[in-house]
């Protein structure tokens, strides 16, 4: 089952990673605590039809499309012994009109930086050992 965006076109820009994956940043507001709204951007994944390839940072007008869920395995399983998974959704685009092309340059995945571990190894003898 999928939900209908709608009947009127809708302007994306399309961003490309370097996986080939696509994604676009839909704008909210949240309200504050002391009343203030401010502007967020939530990340969403968009898909195109089978051999659709569309440059980073294109713009296009969606004229059919439709959201639709996707699932991800959490490696846990529930208590029938099943895998249990995170559900999304996602943007499908059927259908568009290029606005404007983009360029050959994917946009590069930001990961979370980590701090360095401290190292845990030691040596231990032979004669060192309990056993």
Known sequence: MSINIGNEPSKLTIYKDEKGRY?????STITKENG???DTYMSKK???RKGVEVKNKSVIEVTKG????YKISTEDVNEDGKPKYKYFDK???SEFDLLEE????VQKTSQPKQ???DSFAFDIGQDELPF
């Open 36 to 38: 203030e709204t401010e």
């Open 46 to 48: 968009v898909t195109f």
């Open 91 to 93: 943007i499908f685009v």
């Open 115 to 117: 701090e360095p571990q």
């Open 66 to 69: 439709w959201i639709t869920p």
């Open 23 to 27: 994604k676009t940043y839909i704008k």
């Open 102 to 105: 983009g360029i050959d340059e």
